[in-house]
Antibody, heavy 121, light 107 residues
Framework: EVQLVESGGGLIKPGGSLRLSCAAS????????MSWVRQAPGKGLEWVAQ??????????DYAAPVKGRFTISRDDSKNTLYLQIHNLKTEDSAVYYCASDSMVRGVLDYWGQGTLVTVSS | DIQMTQSPSTLSASVGDSVTITCRAS??????LAWYQQKPGKAPKLLIF???TLERGVPSRFSGSGSGTEFTLSIGSLQPDDFATYYCQQYNSYPWTFGQGTKVEIK
């Protein structure tokens, strides 16, 4: 059974930093392309970042609002995806979902349950 | 960035009804379109990719069509489990973008 379990969310002051983690199991993590998608309270889905498989060169892309502040990375030895967030803004408040493209089809076929990040003073 | 626009924003229907949701892209995305279903408090679930290919395990009452800039998601004979919010998403080019969502509610 595929599982993606996010952790690391919480209440953070503006300007602070945070690292989100996503532990994966049930599929070949090292072959999968992985993404972070966020959803502000009561709002729609926003793709944040993606990292390709290491064998595919580990290509990284970011959405414009987070470029320069967010860093996506992966540790295939631990089957874990990360999102390092710096200089948090109130508009970064959202549930952050980890999602996989396990068969490299260009779509997000498995999702975690999400971790809530609240940025407030 | 490619803008994705869904219509309607909300759709009221009854169990057994057939419904259609439209998604328009601001420029051609060929067939690189996916549809997701999301229920309150839950993660999205992939329904359809490549505009019309049903993900494994998704009931056949769901179908997708379209190419270029106009796409549709159809649900034949709505079931109680289908009342949810549906999102389209383009993966033709980065940044990937989602539509604003269509909430299918019980009439």
């Amino acid at each position: 059974e595929v599982q993606l379990v996010e952790s690391g969310g919480g209440l953070i002051k503006p300007g602070g930093s945070l690292r989100l983690s996503c532990a994966a199991s049930g599929f070949t993590f090292s072959h999968a392309w992985m993404s972070w998608v966020r959803q502000a309270p009561g709002k729609g889905l926003e793709w944040v970042a993606q990292i390709g498989s290491t064998t595919d060169g580990g290509t990284i892309d970011y959405a414009a609002p987070v470029k320069g502040r967010f860093t996506i990375s992966r540790d295939d030895s631990k089957n874990t995806l990360y999102l390092q967030i710096h200089n948090l803004k109130t508009e970064d408040s959202a549930v952050y979902y980890c999602a996989s493209d396990s068969m490299v089809r260009g779509v997000l076929d498995y999702w975690g349950q999400g971790t809530l990040v609240t940025v407030s003073s | 960035d490619i803008q994705m626009t869904q219509s309607p924003s909300t759709l009221s229907a009854s169990v057994g009804d057939s419904v259609t949701i439209t998604c328009r892209a601001s420029q051609s995305i060929t067939s690189y379109l996916a549809w997701y279903q999301q229920k309150p408090g839950k993660a999205p679930k992939l329904l359809i990719f490549k505009a019309s290919t049903l993900e494994r395990g998704v009931p056949s009452r769901f179908s997708g069509s379209g190419s270029g800039t106009e796409f549709t998601l159809s649900i034949g004979s709505l079931q109680p489990d289908d009342f949810a919010t549906y999102y389209c998403q383009q993966y033709n080019s980065y940044p990937w973008t989602f539509g604003q969502g269509t909430k299918v509610e019980i009439k």
